[in-house]
Nanobody
Framework: QVQLVESGGGLVQAGGSLRLSCAASGSIFRINTMGWYRQAPGKQRELVAAITTGGSTNYADSVKGRFTISRDNAKNTVYLQMNSLKPEDTAVYYC???????????????WGQGTQVTVSS
């Protein structure tokens, strides 16, 4: 079984910064893509940023230039540095591990439990 544990959420004023971390544990052979999604009240879950094993990244237009995603493949950990935060960034942020290959040769996607980010105006 694979588990994702997130940390780093909280309350911050507009213009501030937060750094989210997500560590994957279990019988992992490889994680193809790790990423962050968010869901605000009354809205659908949306992709914030994703990064492949090779370091290719993809960002939502709304966070380009403000957020930076990175990962440590050796630690199966992904980070999201969020700068210049805006009230509209308020949401529950979910870590995702897509295309997880385990030592048992299974291939699945996994999600974290979510961490709240609240940006006050």
């Amino acid at each position: 079984q694979v588990q994702l544990v997130e940390s780093g959420g909280g309350l911050v004023q507009a213009g501030g910064s937060l750094r989210l971390s997500c560590a994957a544990s279990g019988s992992i052979f490889r994680i193809n893509t790790m990423g962050w999604y968010r869901q605000a009240p009354g809205k659908q879950r949306e992709l914030v940023a994703a990064i492949t094993t090779g370091g290719s990244t993809n960002y939502a237009d709304s966070v380009k230039g403000r957020f930076t995603i990175s990962r440590d493949n050796a630690k199966n950990t992904v980070y999201l540095q969020m700068n210049s935060l805006k009230p509209e960034d308020t949401a529950v942020y979910y870590c995702a591990a897509k295309g997880v290959v385990t030592v048992a040769k299974t291939y699945e996607d996994y999600w974290g439990q979510g961490t709240q980010v609240t940006v006050s105006s």
